[in-house]
RNA sequence: GCCGGGGUGGCGGAAUGGUAUACGCGGUAGUCUCAAAAACUACUGAUUAUAAUGAUCAUAGGGGUUCGAAUCCCCUCCCCGGCACCA
């Protein structure tokens, strides 16, 4: 064959990727695939100047992962979506000054034709835009069934807020005290919101935990944020009143040590008629001032600890001392009962509080180790850790921790001041949004039907912790978002959308007055929360999902993203599944089998971001080099779920290796057949190390792989028609076009188009891959001396390895004159002579 | 502070109890060329110098188990990620 011209990737690229979608290889029959495999990426919500370096990362390798099964004779559904709704995209249309509306659909051009691009076997016929109405129809239909079974609400709550997207935010998106999308410092308010009532699945979210096929890190990472832990509510009652304060803790047994109670200011309106009438103004001053405080103000861990004192005094219900009720913003309103008892002994902020206060002391643990002792009667510091109890009444000898910390909460318990409880740091997910890119909720209030239409939720069937007071479902979707000129948002608590008079004015569903429409918008994870069941039963248009196809396709049999999402996204499309398990429309609780967290790729040792300024855009390098040497190269960077450094030489190292393949196949493929055993050996070798990496998602060592096979046949004369083809078929998922091109070159004259991604994965022949010789190491007292080659029907032979060992130059002379003690023998592998110094 | 993942040449990384440094990048020298680039070939962990099919030392540091440890165990240090005034 000849050289036909160089390798010129701008040239075959495009052309197979037209072939490709006009012949349709990558799109499945949904209904008649026999062997069904869902090969999911984590779609992304891209900025409008397209997808970044790392997006391709991520979609290479799912990609590469999925022709790879496809070639395995599994039915491969592929599909790619874009997570385009949302504060992300709103916050980028804000910047630039456009509307995202309008600016979504040049995101949706971009993004596409980016995906196009990089060579993906994908099903375009099968795309999800979740701003779309068709697509948001259905999460809106989603809520009101969350709402009909009582899993979604509305309530007054001390919530997230941040001040520069002008909205709520839900737990998961704060991160350390900040907002995730913006990195504004969040306050906390109290505002009326929807909630999503995940905490109803908090035990089945854990316990499932344990079945995934996840990694650690996420699953620890579930676990942690789901929070579970076991305490005592123990309550103390304020003197001279009825009124009482629980409290929560996990150390009970300190309870003798609890000097002071403090409280959230929060709780202030709870106990504000309690505080004498002196002291009022103060106290409330101090309240107010810590209420403004954003969260991260509040939680910075210093010594510096303000407080005051309130006036109440309670009674420790063990001893009946008379313990003062302070007000102290390190008190977290919404961790345990919003109170805490202070133990200034035994635990670091109330020793702080204590001190800077001048309250008492009293160690109720005493240590083995005295200096600790010493150090904690002379207010030096506090200690936890276990030890004996002191000053601790019927208690006192007794161990602080095991079977008789479990004693005395069983005796506080029968007593009747304390209950078991078990505290979760998960909480409903707060899904309201004050802004105008998203999903419309789809409720409206109706104020002529406030706490009259009881009836016609019955009648409905809407059972719930819901009381009728003025929230209907909306009886027809979608709810379409509205074009606004004015979509900036407000900070006035209300979405933009309240000032359109249009939409806000609805019909009650219920009696037919004038309403008012919900005008927030849902969270952008409920719209993607839900999303991997719409691909496949995109073409069901009376429902959510089509119950036959979702039975034949889910769950996701393989799931690949970021490992930032795990508990966002994560968590929430597992509490999804598990509301349509329960409502016996799916019959598995779990909605990926596997998911793989592939790794961050950096630039300059750095995470690529704008600021930075070294943000790597894909489009340029295939520009140049081609998009398989693109692919091929992140692959190879490192471990796919450790990410890497991408650097400008590594690539053009990668183009090299591409087009010495192209040139090695365009010049010396001769139909000669492979005659040599070693070759052979070599050959199905290299298949079975390759198919067990590309299992695995072993990228990196896949491709050092096939660079072996290639640099192991290039140098011979020619290579034959079988090898050339085995070389293929194993770059086929890296490189695509490049595959495809010389495949066709090789096989001319075909009477109609067959793909080299429609051909099988190469078999390992068995009988060549053990080698007829293979390598022993030989050990002189554990240092490596020399190596032997040996018939491989001989590997078991140990006295014959011994008698060719023996006879080596090399191990004659390092054994000396010394005499053998010992031989050890590894099989196949090594043999280590242990020696003696002959006396 | 607690939990999870790591630390191997000049660089990205191979190797999961048995030949450390595969594969690639970078570097050095050469071939080709008027020259350069490209391509190709050889060498490339460090030390040593009796210049070789040699020796010694190297997988964050220290200790242990083992005939044998990058790999398993214990302690210390450092990096990355998650959680966190959780009471």
Known sequence: MKNINGYKPDKIEKKWQDKWVESKIYEVDLKSAKKPFYNLMMFPYPSAEGLHVGNMYAQTGVDIYGRFMRMNEFDVFEPVGLDGF???????????????????????????????????????????????????????????????????????????????????????????????????????????????????????????????????????????????????????????????????????????????????????????????????????????????????????????????????????????????????????????????????????????????????????????????????????????GKGILINSGEFTGRQSIGKDKEIMAEVLIKSGIARWQVAYHLRDWLISRQRYWGCPIPMIFCENCKNEAKSWFSENNIVANWDASGWYPEDSLPVVLPYIKNYKPLGTGKSPLSLNKEFVEARCPNCGAVARRETDVSDTFLDSSWYFFRYPSLTEEKYLLNIDITKKWLPVNMYIGGAEHSVLHLLYSRFITMFLHDQKVIEFEEPFTRFYAHGLLIKDGRKMSKSKGNVVIPDEYIKKFGADTL?????????????????????????????????????????STLTSNTDKSFMYGSINGVTKDLTDLKFNTAIAKIMMFYNHFSSKDGISLEVAEVLLLMLAPFTPHLSEELWQLLHPNQLSFSSIHSQSWPKVQKTFLSEEKIDIAIQVNNKFRDIISIENNMRNNEKEIQKVALAQEKIIKFIGDESIEKVIYIPGKAMNFVTKKSS
């Open 631 to 671: 692919r091929i190269y992140l692959m190879f960077i490192g471990p796919y779920n450790q990410g890497g450094d991408f650097r400008d030489t590594g690539i053009e190292g990668m183009h090299r290796f591409v087009k010495r393949v192209w040139t090695l196949l365009t010049t010396k493929v001769n139909v």
């Open 86 to 384: 949302g504060i992300h995209a709103e916050n980028f249309a804000l910047k630039i000054g456009e509307n995202p509306m309008e600016y979504s659909k040049i995101t949706e051009k971009n993004f596409y034709k980016q995906m196009h691009a990089i060579g993906l076997a994908t099903d375009w016929s099968k795309t999800i835009e979740t701003y779309k109405p068709e697509y948001y129809k259905w999460t809106q239909w989603l809520f009101v069934e969350l709402f009909k079974k009582g899993l979604a609400y509305r309530k007054s709550q001390l919530v997230n807020y941040c001040p520069s997207c002008k909205t709520v935010l839900a737990d998961e998106q704060v991160i350390e005290a900040k907002c995730e999308r913006c990195g504004a410092d969040v306050t906390k308010k109290q505002l009326e919101q929807w909630f999503l009532h995940i905490t109803k699945y908090s035990d089945k979210l854990l316990n499932n935990i344990e079945n995934l096929n996840w990694s650690d890190k996420v699953k620890t990472a579930q676990k942690q944020w789901i929070g579970k832990s076991k305490g005592l509510e123990i309550v103390f009652k304020v003197e001279n009143s009825t009124f009482e304060i629980p409290v929560w803790t996990k150390y009970w047994e300190t309870i003798h040590g609890v000097i002071f109670l403090v409280v959230a200011p929060e709780y202030y309106t709870k106990i504000k008629d309690l505080v004498p009438n002196s002291i009022q103004k103060d106290v409330s001053n101090y309240v107010n001032q810590s209420l403004i405080k954003t969260t991260v103000e509040r939680s910075t861990e210093d010594k510096d600890k303000s407080g005051i004192f309130t006036g109440i005094y309670a009674v420790n219900p063990v001893n009946k001392n008379k313990i003062p009720v302070w007000i102290a913003d390190y008190v977290m309103m919404d961790v345990g009962t919003g109170a805490v008892m202070g133990v200034p002994a035994h635990d670091a902020r109330d020793f702080d509080f204590a001190i800077k206060y001048e309250l008492p002391i009293i160690q109720v643990v005493k240590y083995e180790d005295e200096a600790i002792n010493r150090k904690i009667e002379n207010r030096e510091t506090s200690f936890e």
